[in-house]
């Protein structure tokens, strides 16, 4: 079972549906024993920094997800989820993040339009898992004002997002959009699940 972690924010319906055409078994859960009975967990997100953090840390289960992926078990972030995996943002003032990868969430600099809407050419920077079958300079589809500017980790890149992708060891996470990215962002998925012994 893969625990796609309902903190009521993000589009979990669409992230559910792309799981299950990716071969998985999700269950969307605010639930502390179905994350640890999970063989991964996917971290959503729409919306700003502060408030979907807020709402995670609601009841501790941003620690719940903290505490898990540091005892190994496999964790993607999506979008603001990506997001909130890292040490601080600069949205709307300044907030600490999960502290999961090393870096800080920053307005995009090299846009003419925000939020930043399509499809990007992704760069493959570095090996990982997630890649497995899928070409370098795929396109992937991305919405975002904010991306994460990572010190290490970064295993995918493009012009209006350095880090669109990042992993290190069990925790990973997107800047982009699988479920919304066609056949290349289920094979994310699937690959994902490789990952967490479900492929």
């Excluded at 063989?39 to 997100?45: E, H, M, Q, T």
């Excluded at 920053?106 to 809407?117: D, M, Y």
């Excluded at 919405?143 to 995918?156: L, M, Q, R």
């Amino acid at each position: 079972m893969i625990a796609i972690v309902d903190y009521g924010v993000g589009n979990l319906r669409s992230v559910e549906r792309a799981l299950l055409n990716a071969g998985a078994q999700p269950k969307i859960t605010p639930d502390k024993e179905d994350l640890r009975r999970a063989n991964g967990l996917v971290l959503p997100g729409v919306g700003a920094f502060a408030p979907a953090l807020t709402r995670l840390e609601q009841g501790n289960l941003g620690r719940e997800v903290v505490d898990l992926a540091r005892r190994g078990k496999p964790l993607l972030g999506v979008c603001l989820g990506y997001q909130l995996l890292f040490d601080e943002s600069s949205e709307h003032g300044h907030h600490e993040g999960l502290g999961l990868l090393k870096g800080s969430v920053e307005l995009v600099a090299n846009s003419e339009r925000l939020p930043v809407i399509g499809w990007c050419r992704l760069r493959q920077v570095d090996w990982s898992p997630l890649w497995d079958g899928i070409e370098d300079a795929s396109y992937f589809y991305f919405v975002h004002s904010y991306t994460p500017i990572a010190t290490d980790c970064v295993i995918g890149s493009t012009e209006t997002a350095p880090a669109a992708a990042a992993a290190r060891l069990n925790v990973m996470g997107t800047q982009f959009h699988p479920e919304k990215s066609g056949s290349a962002g289920l094979r994310v998925y699937a690959n994902f699940l490789g990952v967490c012994g479900e492929g």
